[in-house]
């Protein structure tokens, strides 16, 4: 998200307001492309945020999109481009002239001009910098060498600083000055005279204090901070544990290199939720835009053929039961049922452990309270299903036996996979491996096999009195 105002434009905060990008609306904008009409276009887009700009060039074609992004300002144009999907964004970063887009890239931030910058080809990127200004193709320089997805890869360079002899004077003259291009200021930070960082002053501290008061007597020096190689992800969780909004970020020897805000956090959760769950399938969050079909179907076989080496179990589970199935056929109609719902679940209990694992919430030295919670849940779940499959079953059959073998293995089934689905990611997470991506497929296919081999044991034991 980038940070800066729009002043000056006809696009001015004080008179954007909030729209439905409805299918009307949508069919009046995409006549008013076909015919070109700039002024008719230009007094639709002038009240609408950028964000709801962006909602609705993603839904035009390309040629259409690059027509609307054409008569866009430079500050407007530079927050629609970074709201863009993949597929739109990639495609003007590729058509935009380079001097417009270094115009772009310019007007943001430097954590979003390195995330845009960061997807150009070597040869356009190098040509972006080269015709920057010095200082802010400098900050997207230093940017670049982070991992993406760690601290150093989602701070912005634009920070408030003052030192502690300054007074609360110079410190508001430095926000005002920043503030001219950068909004979501919400501290000023105070380093030493070698950059290192030794205290924070909330921007409302600013407005209690005299202006000759010292920045050191009104300072909090416990700041908390993180360093650049930090995960995004522990990032996320300072933000929620200490309940801040700014976070300074630092490297190994505190000094001060930048920030993080409470909107980048926001966009890192959804990310990370998003990566979680494709990965929860076995596949990869970026895979559609980033790979080639050969690359995703690498990236995909292995899990997919570990599922078949456990279908391929499940299958075999069945072909011992055949006699049972012969003499009982309405057996292999409820088998699906109970592998559906049972594998179903599993993978409730496993995202719910993988999203606790990510978040904190879940800790692997207490392994026993997830467990024992998800014990409670499942024993109501498959009650629930039991009984109403049970009655179903009786009913259907004609015989209360039959109602109780299916019954009893959707109660099973139900709580074996939800003690599978809360334990493999812990297990996974244990020993290295990343708890979204083994278990998805593990415990769909491991569910199977468990809920066919419960359900037909019973119904063999019992089968006399079927």
Not at 260 to 265: E, F, G, L, N, R
Request: some cysteine; hydrophobic content about 45%; aromatic content about 6%.
């Amino acid at each position: 998200m980038t940070d800066r105002t729009t002043e000056g434009t006809p696009f001015e905060e004080e008179r954007r307001e909030l729209i439905e990008v409805d299918d009307e609306l949508m069919q009046d904008i995409e006549d008013i492309v076909r015919t070109r009409s700039d002024f008719l276009l230009l007094n639709i887009l002038q009240d609408i945020y950028p964000a709801d700009i962006a909602h609705i060039t993603n839904r035009l074609d390309n040629e259409e999109a690059e027509y609307v992004f054409g008569l866009l300002t430079i500050p407007v144009a530079s927050e629609v481009l970074l709201e863009l999907d993949e597929h739109h964004r990639e495609y003007l970063l590729k058509t935009l002239p380079q001097e417009k887009l270094t115009e772009l890239v310019d007007a943001m931030d430097s954590d979003d001009a390195a995330d845009i910058v960061g997807a150009l080809s070597r040869e356009r990127a190098e040509s972006v910098l080269g015709t920057m200004d010095v200082e802010d193709s400098s900050h997207v320089e230093e940017l670049l060498r982070y991992d993406e997805s760690t601290a150093g890869g989602i701070m912005a360079k634009e920070v408030a600083v003052v030192e502690p002899d300054d007074t609360v004077k110079k410190a508001i003259r430095v926000v005002r000055r920043m503030a001219k291009e950068h909004k979501n200021i919400y501290n000023v930070y105070v380093t030493d005279e070698n950059g290192f960082l030794v205290g924070a002053v909330p921007i409302q501290s600013l407005l209690l204090y005299a202006p000759n008061k010292r920045i050191r007597k009104i300072m909090k020096s416990d700041v908390v901070s993180a360093t650049t190689d930090v995960d995004q992800e522990e990032v996320a969780q300072i933000f929620k544990k200490y309940d801040i909004i700014s976070l300074p970020v630092t490297d190994t020897a505190g000094k001060l290199l930048g920030r993080i805000t409470v909107d980048d956090i926001v966009d890192v959760l959804e990310e990370e939720h998003v990566e979680d769950v494709a990965r929860m399938v076995g596949s990869d969050a970026d895979e559609m835009a980033r790979r080639s079909p050969a690359q995703i179907a690498w990236l995909r076989l292995p899990w997919v053929l570990l599922t078949l080496g456990l279908e391929m179990v499940a299958a075999y589970v069945v072909h011992r039961f055949d006699e049972t199935l012969s003499q009982v056929i309405l057996l292999a109609s409820f088998m699906p049922i109970i592998s559906a719902l049972s594998g179903n679940t599993g993978l409730q209990s496993a995202a719910v452990v993988v999203r606790g694992l990510a978040t904190g919430h879940v800790d692997l030295k207490r392994w026993w309270n997830p467990v024992s919670r998800q014990v409670q849940t499942t024993m109501i779940i498959g009650s629930a299903c039991g009984a109403l499959l049970g009655t179903v079953g009786a009913m259907w059959h004609g015989t209360t036996a039959f109602g109780f073998v299916v019954g009893v293995s959707m109660f099973l089934s139900i709580n074996v996979s939800g003690i599978v689905g809360t334990i493999t990611p812990m297990i996974s997470k244990s020993f290295g491996f990343d708890p979204a991506i083994t278990a998805g497929p593990f415990e769909t296919a491991f569910q199977d096999v468990v809920g066919i081999s419960i359900f037909l044991s019973i119904a063999t034991l019992l089968i006399q009195f079927l």
